[in-house]
């Protein structure tokens, strides 16, 4: 069962995709585009594979993208922050809602969207913080993250 949610009107976080019904609930919500932020070891213990979510998403007209981050690493959500936001804004450019998600929704997915506020939306990172956190309480990204977008925004 998906936990999501919506933090602005085209972009959702959250929970893994586990099967089909979490698919049919994405579609239900207008979700045309997924970017997946799980790597190989959170499928491998959710009992999970990439292309079996791949092909359940694509039964439903979802694009689903991959781009694996390491859980509880900084240094690889910030090494691949860049590529994470071209990719979000590759799937919004498409039209309908994007769902972004690691496996809790917590970090990752979450840093991924500040990111994208901050570097796309040209929102300060306290506004873009405040923003998703009243959305997703439970939202809790890397304090190195928030520093590494304040100091791209400075630079």
């Given at each position: 069962?998906?936990?999501?949610?919506?933090?602005?009107?085209?972009?959702l976080v959250?929970?893994?995709?586990?099967?089909?019904?979490?698919?049919?609930?994405?579609?239900?919500?207008?979700?045309?585009?997924?970017?997946?932020?799980?790597?190989?070891e959170n499928?491998?213990?959710?009992?999970?594979?990439?292309?079996?979510?791949?092909?359940?998403?694509?039964?439903?007209?979802?694009?689903?993208?991959?781009?694996?981050?390491?859980?509880?690493?900084?240094?690889?959500?910030?090494?691949?922050?860049?590529?994470?936001?071209?990719?979000?804004?590759?799937?919004?450019?498409?039209?309908?809602?994007?769902?972004?998600?690691?496996?809790?929704?917590?970090?990752?997915?979450?840093?991924?969207v500040l990111?994208?506020?901050?570097?796309?939306?040209?929102?300060?990172?306290?506004?873009?913080?405040?923003?998703?956190?009243?959305?997703?309480?439970?939202?809790?990204?890397?304090?190195?993250?928030?520093?590494?977008?304040?100091?791209?925004?400075?630079?």
């Amino acid at each position: 069962m998906l936990n999501l949610s919506i933090v602005t009107r085209e972009i959702l976080v959250g929970t893994q995709v586990s099967g089909t019904e979490d698919f049919d609930s994405l579609k239900k919500l207008g979700v045309g585009g997924l970017l997946s932020l799980q790597d190989d070891e959170n499928l491998r213990r959710a009992g999970l594979r990439w292309d079996v979510l791949q092909k359940a998403g694509a039964e439903r007209d979802i694009d689903m993208r991959r781009i694996p981050i390491i859980d509880f690493d900084s240094g690889d959500l910030i090494s691949k922050l860049d590529r994470c936001v071209t990719e979000l804004d590759d799937l919004l450019s498409e039209g309908g809602r994007v769902y972004v998600h690691c496996t809790a929704g917590i970090n990752r997915s979450v840093g991924v969207v500040l990111g994208y506020l901050v570097i796309r939306s040209r929102m300060s990172v306290d506004v873009a913080f405040k923003l998703v956190q009243s959305r997703r309480p439970q939202a809790n990204p890397y304090r190195s993250l928030l520093t590494h977008l304040q100091e791209r925004l400075a630079g």
